[in-house]
């Protein structure tokens, strides 16, 4: 089987990764030079945990292929993907498929054998019949049958997401497409992986539905940490309970500063335009998005008054990426928050550590200092925000960094030390998402 991926972003690389590692043979095209010239190299743009040892692998073994021009592979493939980006349309919120349309077209000005044209990008319910459309416009129909096939890996945990899904969707209208597809995760059978086979817009909408039912567990759970702060009832014992209920389960009831990343913000708002598309109102999804804008604006402001009361100079950050285990800074929590410090505090100095988004915090052109080195970065501090979750930041040395600051305030926004009474005998004043 030869597959060929359009767009090497997060889904399109390790996709293609993971399905080479199936011993498939694949070919990642994109239009950025350099990114191609890297990748051919076993360079990866992203920083994603195992991807680079697969990767690497790969493309010693000749699985793994990576090229700019789409053309020289299109007519030896028989499944091809689409993993290009689908930002949010600007002011709008429905998603931009330019970029997926674009790639259907130049598909059908140049097929001549036939094909199972796949999205992979989070894509709007009624998308595969729209490329149908223009496949048809082609006079293409014969050699391209089109299937949806969602990913729901995870930044940071996306290569195991991907081998040991908790689920597989396939979404084909016809019979060639949902075998071929089936073959392809033929793989995964000896984990005994469901395949759930429907339909191209079902299965469109499980995307949607999943990452926005997703957003609203966070959001719920963020809004009953906003009360056990408030009343000094008990987050941890909270979440730990209503876990234990298997209807609930534990997973994804941690608060945090509101969710961020690249696909709960885009995603939440698109799944409200297709339902608006459909003179339905969304109410839960319209009303996380709403909370989840408030809530990260309510920990800014309180934020700036714990520094205002302290009479805080100087600020810290640990952890700059939207989670753990990523160097993706889109939509984090400590990004909006440093925004919001710098609008409204001129004179206050800002630093931040994170072991792996510096370089694309910098890109920002945010007016901060970066630090590299952990234990450097405490030197003088008065107040220390800790942002991420990163293994790094669960073991500090808070004896030691009592002596290194000259100030002694820590805002935890992961409730990473929200039982740790040590912290508070030695003298720091803390305050987490959910404790005063
Ligand atoms: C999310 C979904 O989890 C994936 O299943 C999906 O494939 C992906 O979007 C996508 O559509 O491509 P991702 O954005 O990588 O994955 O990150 P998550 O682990 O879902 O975290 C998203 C945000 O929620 C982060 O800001 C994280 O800090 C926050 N979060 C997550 C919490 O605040 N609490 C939690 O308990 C879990």
Not at 163 to 175: K, Q, S
Not at 230 to 256: C, E, Q, W, Y
Not at 408 to 420: A, G, T
């Amino acid at each position: 089987m030869n597959i060929l991926i359009i767009g090497t972003g997060y889904v399109g690389l390790v996709s293609g990764a993971c399905f080479s590692e199936f011993g498939f043979k694949v070919t990642c095209v994109d239009h950025d030079k350099n990114k191609i010239k890297n990748l051919k190299k076993g360079i990866i743009p992203i920083y994603e945990p195992g991807l680079n040892d697969l990767v690497k692998k790969n493309i010693n073994n000749r699985n793994l292929n990576f090229d700019l021009n789409a053309n020289k592979y299109l007519n030896k493939s028989d499944c091809v993907f689409l993993a290009v980006g689908t930002p949010s349309r600007r002011g709008d919120g429905h998603a931009d498929l330019k970029f997926v349309f674009k790639a259907v077209e130049q598909i059908c000005s140049n097929v001549n054998k036939k094909i199972v044209l796949v999205t992979k990008s989070t894509v709007p319910v009624g998308t595969a019949k729209n490329i149908k459309n223009i496949i048809k416009k082609y006079k293409k129909d014969e050699l391209i049958t089109v299937a949806s096939n969602p990913e729901f890996l995870r930044e940071g945990s996306a290569i195991n997401d991907f081998l040991r899904p908790d689920r597989v969707v396939i979404g084909a209208n016809d019979e060639y497409s949902r075998l071929l597809l089936n073959s392809l995760y033929k793989p995964l059978n000896i984990r005994q992986v469901p395949i759930v086979n429907t339909d191209t817009e079902t299965s469109e909408l499980i995307k949607y539905a999943s990452n926005s039912f997703l957003a609203a567990k966070i959001t719920f759970i963020n809004e009953i940490s906003v009360f056990c702060k408030k009343t000094g009832t008990n987050i941890g014992d909270v979440t730990r309970a209503m876990g234990l209920d298997k209807r609930i389960g534990s997973k994804f009831l941690h608060p945090g500063p509101g969710y961020g990343g690249s696909c709960f913000p885009k995603d939440t708002l698109a799944m409200s335009k297709i339902f608006k598309d459909q003179r339905i109102k969304f109410n839960i999804v319209d009303s996380v998005i709403k909370t989840n804008d408030k809530i990260k604006k309510n920990i800014s402001i309180e934020i700036l008054k714990i520094i205002k009361a302290n009479k805080i100079n100087k600020v810290l950050f640990l952890g700059l990426s939207f989670k753990p285990e990523t160097d993706d800074i889109r939509e984090s929590s400590s990004i909006f928050i440093i925004n919001y410090l710098l609008k409204k505090h001129k004179k206050l100095s800002i630093s931040a550590h994170d072991p792996v988004a510096i370089p694309n915090a910098k890109k920002e052109k945010l007016n901060i200092k970066y630090y590299s080195d952990l234990n450097k970065s405490f030197d003088n501090q008065q107040m220390i925000i800790i942002g991420t979750e990163w293994n790094i930041y669960r073991s500090i040395n808070f004896k030691k960094l009592h002596l290194q600051m000259s100030s002694h305030v820590i805002y935890d926004l992961r409730n990473i030390y929200i039982h740790d009474k040590e912290i508070v005998k030695l003298g720091f004043r803390y305050y987490s998402l959910s404790s005063k």
